[in-house]
């Protein structure tokens, strides 16, 4: 795609910063603490995603397969639940959310999942629990409330298709969670997903009637294909036409950001495409992933000492590149560092 003709800015009035998974650079991802960490560094949304348990309850993991975020290969009782599947696709082998009770999950303790890179984080492997969603619901409002401000909320829902295969359809009870806390009946919430259909059912079932609820269309790489629509790529839903589509039922996408500014040969920031000035123009904000403060995550031009050491500067420099390409909000896994570049300190 050919460079924009002009400068791109936000159609957003704030870009906002996305606390991915919490502040998961410096906490096991998806647990209290890391949401802790992420509203005191001053994230605008802090993330859940949201599979289901056994016994319908959604949980908040970034995958249904837990073996690498939590410390269930240590529990012997569960020794025998190892097995392999097949998700979205992808043959996975470990143990599944869908095996489990909440009251057996809640016996287990989250792990840091990059705990090569990621030691001080991994110091504080077994000390939290799984959250349900209604568990992260309320903590984020009582943080609001101590924090006197408000923090949006932003579900990622996983493998849609592949649970309401196993009779566990996630999107019904995640409007009904929403619907049953006051904090998220007005507070900011924005659902995403990498599927194309439940976004279109949520959008029928929302109306026009919750205006502090938005929907995300999540992309992957241009080669890939949503798991419910194997004839679309995502590189398809990118073209203008295809972005005219998703601002028929999303109000904004969230590509990675190599989408936006790609690498060149050499591993630096490269020439950015025409992407977010494509979905401005069809009335789309843009909300890439993930910001990451570690040397290893870096375009080469932002890196400086080890592979696994982390760069701040390195990470807002990297960020400011991407703000002034005209993203609208972003995902990073140190809010702090997100801060800082959105506010020029």
């Not at 995603?49 to 837990?66: A, F, P, Q, Y």
């Not at 020794?79 to 998700?87: D, E, G, P, S, V």
């Not at 409007?175 to 976004?199: K, M």
């Amino acid at each position: 795609m050919p460079t924009p003709a002009a400068p791109v800015t936000p159609i957003a009035s704030k870009v906002l910063v996305m606390g991915h998974r919490g502040a998961s650079a410096l906490r096991p991802e998806h647990t209290l603490a890391s949401y802790t960490v992420a509203i005191e560094d001053g994230a605008d949304f802090v993330e859940p995603d949201l599979v289901s348990t056994k016994d319908g309850v959604l949980v908040v993991r970034h995958e249904n397969e837990i073996g690498g975020t939590t410390d269930v290969a240590a529990h012997p009782e569960f020794t025998a639940r190892r097995t392999t599947k097949t998700i979205d696709g992808v043959s996975v082998t470990g143990w599944f959310t869908e095996d489990f009770t909440l009251a057996e999950l809640k016996t287990l303790r989250a792990r840091e999942r990059l705990a090569d890179v990621r030691k001080a984080s991994a110091a504080y492997d077994g000390q939290f629990a799984v959250p349900t969603f209604d568990e992260m619901i309320e903590f984020v409002a009582a943080e609001a409330a101590a924090h006197r401000r408000i923090i949006g909320i932003i579900p990622e829902i996983k493998h849609s298709t592949y649970f309401r295969s196993l009779d566990l359809p996630m999107e019904d009870k995640l409007l009904a969670t929403l619907a049953a806390h006051a904090y998220t009946r007005t507070a900011p919430v924005e659902i995403q997903s990498f599927e194309i259909g439940n976004l279109k059912y949520l959008r029928g079932k929302l109306g026009d009637d919750h205006p502090n609820v938005r929907l995300l269309q999540l992309m992957e790489t241009a080669g890939e294909h949503p798991a419910d629509v194997p004839s679309t790529t995502y590189g398809q839903m990118m073209t203008p036409a295809g972005l005219k589509t998703i601002a028929g039922y999303a109000d904004a996408i969230g590509p990675s950001t190599r989408s936006i500014v790609p690498l060149d040969e050499d591993g630096r920031l490269g020439v950015p495409t025409t992407l977010v000035h494509d979905a401005h123009a069809a009335g789309l904000e843009v909300h890439p992933y993930t910001f990451r403060p570690e040397n290893r995550f870096l375009a080469k031009n932002f890196r400086k000492g080890a592979d696994d050491s982390r760069n701040e500067a390195g990470s807002v420099a990297e960020i400011r590149a991407y703000l002034a390409a005209g993203i609208d909000a972003f995902f990073t896994d140190d809010p702090a560092l997100g801060r800082k570049a959105v506010d020029g300190r």
